[in-house]
């Protein structure tokens, strides 16, 4: 790229340039293979009480032995208590209603962050925050560190999984 630049323009420090260019690149993670530090792009908020932050994610089974294809992971930020709900698909009915039944319980989380997925950022969603008077957060895309809370518990199931199907002697995940 320096010499490309180089053949085409006459500019006094273009290595540094280039250098500091895709150093501040936030999707050259993806081409470098994640060499480039991740950094929080949006304030950590820290929790005081339970149920204050709920942290939704889908995790896709991919092709099961019946119709489940999604899991709904629904985690408490300060406890860590988790809640599994089975889905067909990955859709906002299966949020609200998870969302409602983990209401009915525990009453509404003040806060609840998921990823920006179209099951999750939509009118049924953002009705529903506005009526629990919650405030629903999405993480940016390709930051999964910013949700990891639940993407971690995503990955503990899938191991889990792998391990009943490895001992079962069934096709693995």
Same mark, same amino acid.
Not at 44 to 60: G, I, M, T
Not at 117 to 142: C, D, T, W
């Given at each position: 790229?320096?010499?490309? =630049? %180089?053949?085409? $323009?006459?500019?006094?420090?273009?290595?540094?340039?280039?250098?500091? $260019?895709?150093?501040?690149?936030?999707?050259?993670?993806?081409?470098? +293979? +994640?060499?480039?530090?991740?950094?929080?792009?949006?304030?950590?908020?820290?929790?005081? *009480?339970?149920?204050?932050?709920?942290?939704?994610?889908?995790?896709?089974? +991919? %092709?099961?032995?019946?119709?489940?294809?999604?899991?709904?992971?629904?985690?408490?930020?300060?406890?860590?208590?988790?809640? =599994?709900?089975?889905?067909?698909?990955? %859709?906002?009915?299966?949020?609200?209603?998870?969302? &409602?039944?983990?209401?009915?319980? @525990?009453?509404?989380?003040?806060?609840?962050?998921?990823?920006?997925?179209?099951? $999750? *950022?939509?009118?049924?969603?953002? &009705? =529903?925050?506005?009526?629990?008077?919650?405030?629903?957060?999405?993480?940016?895309?390709?930051?999964?560190?910013?949700? +990891?809370?639940?993407?971690?518990?995503?990955?503990?199931? !899938?191991?889990?999984?792998?391990?009943? !199907? @490895?001992?079962?002697?069934?096709?693995? =995940?």
């Amino acid at each position: 790229m320096v010499e490309l =630049l %180089d053949r085409r $323009f006459v500019l006094l420090n273009v290595r540094q340039m280039v250098t500091r $260019f895709v150093n501040q690149c936030l999707l050259c993670k993806h081409v470098k +293979g +994640g060499q480039v530090i991740q950094r929080n792009w949006t304030v950590d908020r820290q929790v005081a *009480k339970r149920n204050e932050c709920l942290h939704l994610d889908y995790l896709c089974l +991919g %092709d099961s032995y019946g119709d489940t294809l999604y899991v709904l992971v629904l985690k408490d930020d300060l406890t860590h208590y988790c809640e =599994l709900v089975p889905a067909d698909a990955a %859709d906002s009915q299966t949020a609200v209603a998870a969302i &409602l039944d983990w209401n009915k319980r @525990f009453r509404a989380p003040l806060w609840w962050m998921s990823d920006s997925g179209s099951h $999750f *950022k939509n009118e049924v969603m953002e &009705l =529903l925050a506005e009526r629990l008077g919650a405030i629903h957060q999405f993480a940016p895309v390709y930051t999964p560190w910013i949700n +990891g809370t639940v993407e971690r518990v995503n990955r503990d199931i !899938l191991q889990v999984l792998r391990v009943m !199907l @490895f001992e079962s002697r069934l096709d693995t =995940l």
